[in-house]
């Protein structure tokens, strides 16, 4: 069975550009979250979504980040312009369910660089 | 304060040795507990859940103490192979997710 499906693997785009990223979850997983990784620190919640929900969004700069999950399956995130401070690894989980005891199955991650 | 804090570490230990990871959770609402592992440049995986009674897999021991707000993660008998970034992770009552920042072990 395919993993968490996440492309590009890697980005590499000039400030102010502005870049997507796409992810699949693994099929039936009806939870799907979006992190930024930073160099030495844990993953970061950006955006949860619950089928084409998103149910947690407080930590998602909207003033330039976007994501979309229209048919609650695969979902994109991008950023609109790019900053130089959001050179990270991008980061999807899908989940069976809803609750906190879920096991979350990461993808492989986009590596974002901003030059 | 950080809601979850990690030592990052990293801890350097010989093969055969026996290493132990704290956290500490500042959510009192904090409903269940992981441990997690992550590979140089890799995903995070998860490797075990944290029950308030304890649990074991192989040489692999989580405890959680609600009271104090405090996970462990104890390894015995390390190996190579163990050398990896070992997240904790809580999750609040919320569904939220709150990883830590990650320990390093190295096993040499």
């Known amino acids: 069975e395919a993993g968490v499906v996440q492309s590009p693997r890697y980005k590499i785009i000039e400030k102010k550009q502005p870049v997507a990223f796409w992810c699949n979850p693994i099929?039936?997983?009806?939870?799907l979250y979006w992190y930024l990784q930073n160099l030495g620190q844990g993953p970061e919640l950006l955006i949860r979504?619950?089928?084409?929900?998103?149910?947690?969004d407080s930590q998602l700069p909207k003033d330039r980040f976007s994501a979309e999950r229209l048919k609650g399956v695969d979902s994109t995130l991008k950023i609109q312009p790019a900053e130089l401070g959001d050179s990270a690894v991008y980061l999807c989980a899908s989940s069976l369910g809803t609750s906190g005891y879920n096991e979350q199955f990461f993808g492989p991650g986009t590596r974002l660089t901003v030059l | 304060r950080k809601e979850v804090e990690q030592d990052p570490g990293p801890f350097n230990v010989p093969e055969g040795a026996t290493v132990a990871f704290n956290c500490t959770y500042s959510n009192s609402a904090s409903q269940s507990f992981f441990w997690y592992r992550q590979d140089c440049r890799k995903e995070p995986k998860l490797l075990m859940s944290v029950y308030s009674s304890g649990n074991e897999d192989g040489r692999f021991t989580a405890q959680l103490n609600r009271a104090s707000q405090y996970i462990s993660l104890l390894i015995r008998d390390s190996k190579l192979s163990d050398s990896a970034t070992y997240l904790c992770?809580?999750?609040?009552?919320?569904?939220?997710?709150?990883f830590g920042q990650g320990t390093t072990l190295q096993v040499k």
């Open positions: 099929s039936g997983h009806n939870t």
């Open positions: 979504y619950e089928n084409e929900e998103a149910v947690d």
């Open positions: 992770v809580v999750t609040l009552d919320t569904g939220k997710l709150i």
